[in-house]
């Protein structure tokens, strides 16, 4: 396995332990929604938004440790990817579209870990479409 592909599979594990993180702070306190992210319009917030925020999160973190077990397998890593991009984009339209979001550390943080792992993990097809031919070159 390319070193490339080993340091996306520990991001993605430490994406994943963080996002489990989120998940029992959702679950705990909603408050932590409208202190940290939802700052522009904390009225907005309840603590069923922030259950359904936390289930989620989860959902996201599980699929992205699932995806750091197996990393050679395409479709997981596709699902993976688009975890990050609807973060992306949910993160952004709670920004500029609702304004529910202003841009402090708590919205900034995760739009530059959705952004830095969808970068990785465009980069990383590159590795694995590469890599499966030199391991059937090995074997022969």
């Given amino acids: 396995m390319s070193r490339f592909l080993n340091v996306l599979r520990s991001w993605l ?14 679950f705990r306190d909603h408050t932590f ?6 700052t ?6 309840n603590g ?11 959902l ?6 699932l995806c750091a077990i197996d990393i050679h397998n395409k479709t997981l890593y596709h699902i ?22 202003a841009p402090t550390i708590g919205v900034l943080a995760p739009l530059m870990v959705a952004s830095f792992s969808i970068l ?3 980069v990383g097809l590159r590795y694995l479409e590469v890599e499966p031919v030199s391991r059937q070159k090995k074997r022969n």
Avoid at 15 to 26: K, P, R
Avoid at 40 to 45: A, D, E, F, R, T
Avoid at 80 to 101: D, I, N, R
């Fill in 13 to 26: 594990v430490m994406v994943s332990i963080i996002a489990m993180g989120n998940t029992l702070q959702s």
């Fill in 80 to 101: 993976t990817l688009w975890t990050f991009l609807l973060a992306l984009g949910h993160f952004l339209s709670e920004l500029f579209v609702y304004g529910t979001a």
């Fill in 40 to 45: 522009g319009k904390p009225n907005l917030v």
């Fill in 48 to 58: 069923l938004q922030a259950r359904t925020f936390g289930i989620w999160t989860l």
């Fill in 120 to 122: 990785g993990m465009l």
């Fill in 60 to 65: 996201s973190s599980v699929i992205r440790c």
């Fill in 33 to 38: 929604l409208y202190e940290k992210l939802y």
